[in-house]
């Protein structure tokens, strides 16, 4: 019994001394098959820290801030208008006359009481210097000369009277000359001749296109990247430009302008800043109404790290650049994105300056290949070690 038992385990050593050698076998014949990843060219970057430009556009709907409402100022009947509809109109240009004649009649009655109350004033004037001269002579008493000079402030008082009133009539009269408040296109007149109207009646809008002003919703971060630039920076070096889509095949109209204001204060409902450009338009391409495209062109974003847009593919954990490491492999390497600046990548974190990353077109580039820099490339990072 004990023989078959010693038997039976020097059998279970040997199979299982089989098994192990095949097993070492298979491991041999893998790691003999297995090859090694072709190698890629393709252009890499040193990463180094930089200042970088960017263009950021917004929308925006189109409005002439200066547009105005013109109201009669006067009640009369509309006699003439002075304009076509839909001219341009310069400022202080003559539009409408309003019954001028009774208005004119009022300021001559204003005149005649202001002439009548100088002359009020002028005979209580000499009438209180006569009763100076009596009260030393003693030919009056003091009650009576006192009243002599009330008089006379009295007259001085209906005399400033008189002039403010001339001086309202006048203004009427003035009102009944309707004037452009503003250079622009005119529109369509509300009222027409001969009817009346009475003060505060609209008569007609005028709006100015030449500059035009446009007024758009900046993003919270990027208003506190722009403020934050300008104090640095000098306001007139941020421009502006707007374009306008084509219609029927017709190219973009587009605008070159400034960047005018940059608010402060936030809309907590959709955590904006209003800002506002100007643009010169002076063939009147572009209408208020108009939905548009506003550039602002000359930010900047100092001392960055960034690569070319294209060098950034999409990992397991998120946005990913390749990295060239001691032995000249690719090895992946997270990174947060931040803006872009044209064909640049600002990477916010990730990479760090003397990194080199793989800049050209990453397809093919696996963890563990072997990168061949071009030519050029070598050359170039040959030249900054």
């Given amino acids: 019994m004990k023989t078959l038992v010693a038997q039976g385990r020097v059998l279970l050593l040997t199979c299982m001394a089989l098994v192990l050698s095949a097993c070492s076998d298979e491991t041999q014949k893998s790691a003999a098959g297995a090859r090694p990843l072709p190698p890629v060219m393709t252009d890499v970057s040193l990463i180094e820290r930089q200042d970088l430009s960017l263009d950021k556009t917004y929308s925006a709907l189109l409005r002439s801030d200066n547009e105005v409402t013109l109201v009669a100022r006067v009640t009369g009947t509309l006699q003439t208008r002075q304009f076509e509809q839909g001219d341009q109109v310069s400022k202080d240009q003559v539009l409408y006359t309003i019954e001028p004649e009774h208005y004119e009649a009022q ?52 005399v400033a009277q008189a002039e403010a009133a001339l001086a309202s009539a006048r203004i009427d009269l003035g009102y009944t000359q309707v004037t452009a408040p503003v250079s622009g296109r005119i529109g369509l007149s509300q009222v027409n001749l001969g009817n009346l109207v009475n003060a505060g009646t609209e008569l007609v809008t005028i709006t100015p296109l030449d500059p035009l002003e446009v007024r758009f919703q900046m993003p919270l971060t990027d208003a506190l990247e722009l403020r934050s630039q300008l104090e640095l920076d000098e306001l007139n070096r941020i421009h502006a430009s707007l374009e306008v889509g084509g219609r029927e095949g017709k190219p973009a109209t587009r605008l070159q302008g400034t960047l005018d204001f940059l608010g402060v204060r936030v809309d907590q409902r959709t955590s904006t800043v209003q800002a506002s450009a100007s643009f010169a338009n002076p063939d009147a391409k572009v209408l208020p109404g108009q939905f548009a495209r506003v550039s602002i062109e000359g930010l900047m974003r100092y001392n960055v790290i960034a690569v070319p847009e294209i060098a950034v593919t999409q990992g397991l954990m998120g946005p990913q650049v390749f990295v060239v490491d001691e032995e000249g492999k690719a090895r992946a390497r997270t990174v947060e994105l931040g803006e872009v600046a044209g064909d640049m990548q600002i990477i916010l974190s990730g990479l760090e300056a003397g990194d080199t990353v793989v800049s050209g077109d990453p397809s093919g580039v696996k963890p563990g290949t072997p990168i061949n820099a071009r030519a050029d490339q070598a050359a170039k990072q040959g030249d900054d070690a």
């Fill in 107 to 158: 300021a001559r009655q204003r005149e005649a009481d202001l002439q009548s109350a100088k002359a009020e004033l002028a005979r209580a004037g000499r009438d209180a210097a006569r009763y100076e001269s009596l009260l030393k002579r003693s030919s009056v008493s003091r009650q009576q000369y006192d009243q002599a000079l009330a008089e006379q402030q009295v007259a001085r008082a209906k």
